[in-house]
């Protein structure tokens, strides 16, 4: 993952009517985390430059780059048109990191959610396309992939011509991975994927999210994956 901050601060529920509105305030902070300045993109080049040049990395045995780069979309005509379209992919600045990571692949994160989530999401799958990304993480929209099965579908048909790959992520747990895997399997193993971070949800008291893996929630995810038949 290359990211050039830290991850942006947790908005902690304090219940009664203001969940929905912080709900808004956290979905609009992790957006504009995916905007960077030119100073953020040098960043990223160098550290994949450095992870390339550490030689440890083995295209062939799939190992490669994730990344996610933002602009706010300003155009007026646009915003007329598609008004949920508030966040485009930054087309020059992701090809110049794909163009750097090669001959490693890129998969391009959940940055893309707020594109699934809009009516220009086929154009979005297409931008990525274009830019030469490999593989792109979303839940299909904004929350979680258990809620968006039937658009990660569609975003599945449009990349397959394309090779672009799927990793369908975002609150994949044991109560409801069986029904993802169920529906995304027939678009064969090679093409999508299920993503989970499978970490306990705690929060410091800076806000801060705490990253400790669930090991039991994980085994439990894989053993459902390993029994699940397409639907």
Not at 206 to 212: K, M, T
Request: charged content about 25%; hydrophobic content about 35%; proline content about 5%.
């Amino acid at each position: 993952m290359i990211r050039p901050r830290g991850p942006p601060r947790a908005v902690v529920s304090r219940g009664g009517g203001e969940d929905q509105q912080m709900a808004g305030q956290q979905e609009d902070q992790e957006l504009q985390d995916f905007i960077y300045t030119d100073d953020e993109i040098s960043l990223m080049l160098q550290a994949i430059a450095d992870f390339k040049a550490t030689g440890v990395m083995n295209p062939i045995r799939g190992d490669g780059f994730v990344f996610g780069i933002l602009r706010r979309q300003t155009k007026p005509s646009t915003l007329a048109k598609y008004p949920d379209l508030k966040y485009t992919i930054d087309e020059e600045r992701c090809k110049m990191l794909v163009d750097a990571a090669r001959p490693f692949p890129c998969v391009f994160h959940r940055a893309f959610d707020p594109i699934a989530a809009s009516e220009r999401w086929a154009k979005g799958i297409d931008t990525l396309v274009e830019c030469g990304f490999d593989g792109v993480l979303t839940s299909g929209g904004i929350g979680n992939c258990s809620q968006h099965l039937e658009k990660i579908d569609a975003i599945c048909h449009r990349a397959a011509p394309n090779s672009l790959q799927v990793v369908a992520g975002g609150g994949v747990r044991r109560n409801n991975v069986r029904e993802t895997v169920a529906r995304l399997s027939v678009h064969g193993t090679k093409n999508v994927w299920v993503h989970t971070a499978s970490l306990t949800d705690k929060v410091d008291n800076d806000g801060r999210r705490l990253e400790e893996l669930d090991g039991r929630e994980l085994k439990t995810i894989v053993s459902a994956i390993n029994t699940t038949k397409p639907s």
